[in-house]
């Protein structure tokens, strides 16, 4: 055991309350979660960020000591890697993405060039036992998920926001939503049940408004997957309901036909039955007639919109509206307009609009 400073903290470990100056050993658990801290051993100059954990974005450079934690991802516009079958110190692994989740390298988007590289310099420890100096491995997470967890909504409202796959604007969508509910009254309270550890997401929902917000990260969890992704769920519309929101708002990450466990959670009769609304984010005509097709034909859930970039202009909505029967609604254009119509189709109690209200997304 000794001790190392840090220059950065990646908001993957934000349950930690990690300073500056933490304790390491060279014994690391190979599992996902296991926080461990890594030497930058190279630059780049396309997406070489990393999110701290106040939520802030800081440059990541070669020689820069920085906490993470082990996990994998298999993203289609960034990094796909898996967790080693061991580590231990002056190992070299990479950066798979900007919250920090650490891991070996199976794939490189060309848009990102390849990953940092990173050397691992050891495991960091925590210490638990009050007056006892006895470290054990840190890991991420404020609570441990337990898999058979219930799902008891109380009869709040749950709106989620699903994709055709990343970068479908289903962030933008969930905040103009939040945004335009809040205008009108009502206490909204967020998550997101599935993707990679980056708090970016709940972030925007607070910015727009949410009153709380959490992700599968709260729950140990550093990327989700078929088997946790329903469990992850139900427990986060539990606990919100229980703080007595008019409507809670979540975001599925990733895509309908992903691996992080959207179609596990849509496949899940309980889960289904409490969604009042899903709004399905595509990036073009034909990913929303195929995301339509998906929701009604795979998994029984009608789609109350459609939202994303192959709503950017009339045309696309045109399109759309013409070929799915699903009205659509642009949420950078048009955000009061999208959170109106979800909350007339939820007919949820909200303060009538004033004529002078525009677009406030």
């Known amino acids: 055991m000794r001790s190392v400073v840090v220059d950065k903290i990646a908001s993957i470990t934000q349950a930690c309350n990690l300073a500056r100056e933490v304790r390491i050993t060279a014994d690391i658990p190979a599992e996902e979660g296991v926080v461990v801290v890594v030497e930058i051993l190279t630059n780049k100059s396309t997406y070489n960020t990393l999110e701290l954990t106040s939520g802030r974005m800081a440059k990541v450079g070669k020689g820069d000591v920085v906490v993470g934690a082990l996990g994998h991802r298999n993203a289609l516009f960034g990094y796909s890697g898996h967790i080693p079958a061991s580590v231990k110190p002056g190992d070299v692994i990479q950066m798979l993405n900007i919250g920090g989740v650490l891991g070996v390298c199976d794939s490189a988007n060309p848009d990102k060039g390849r990953p940092f590289d ?23 997470g404020f609570h441990k998920l337990d898999l058979a967890a219930p799902l008891n909504a109380r009869g709040v409202p749950v709106v989620a926001l699903a994709g055709t796959c990343m970068e479908a604007g289903k962030t933008a969508a969930a905040s103009a939503i939040i945004s335009r509910m809040r205008h009108r009254g009502l206490t909204i309270d967020a ?6 550890s980056l708090r970016r997401d709940i972030l925007a929902f607070e910015d727009a408004g949410a009153r709380n917000s959490a992700i599968f990260t709260d729950h140990g969890i ?7 992704g329903p469990a992850l769920t139900r427990t986060m519309i539990t606990q919100l309901s229980e703080k007595k929101p008019d ?8 895509g309908l036909l992903g691996t992080y466990g959207v179609d596990a959670i849509l496949n899940c009769p309980d889960i289904r039955a409490a969604l009042t609304g899903v709004v399905l984010s595509a990036n073009d005509p034909v990913a929303a007639w195929g995301g339509v097709k998906l929701l009604r034909e795979r998994f029984s859930v009608e789609p109350c919109a459609v939202t994303g970039p192959a709503t950017d202009n009339k045309a696309g909505v045109g399109i759309i509206e013409e070929q799915t029967q699903v009205v659509g609604f642009n949420a950078m254009s048009n955000g009061a307009a ?22 406030e997304a």
């Open 118 to 140: 990173c050397r691992v310099l050891g495991g960091v420890l925590t210490f638990p036992y009050l007056a006892e100096r006895i470290g054990v491995p840190a890991r991420v």
């Open 191 to 196: 998550f997101k049940a599935t993707g990679v």
């Open 222 to 228: 550093v990327t989700t997957t078929r088997v946790n």
């Open 247 to 254: 409507v809670i708002v979540f975001e599925l990450g990733d």
């Open 338 to 359: 999208l959170g109106d119509h979800i909350i007339q189709t939820l007919k949820l109690p909200a303060r009538t609009p004033r004529e002078s209200d525009g677009d």
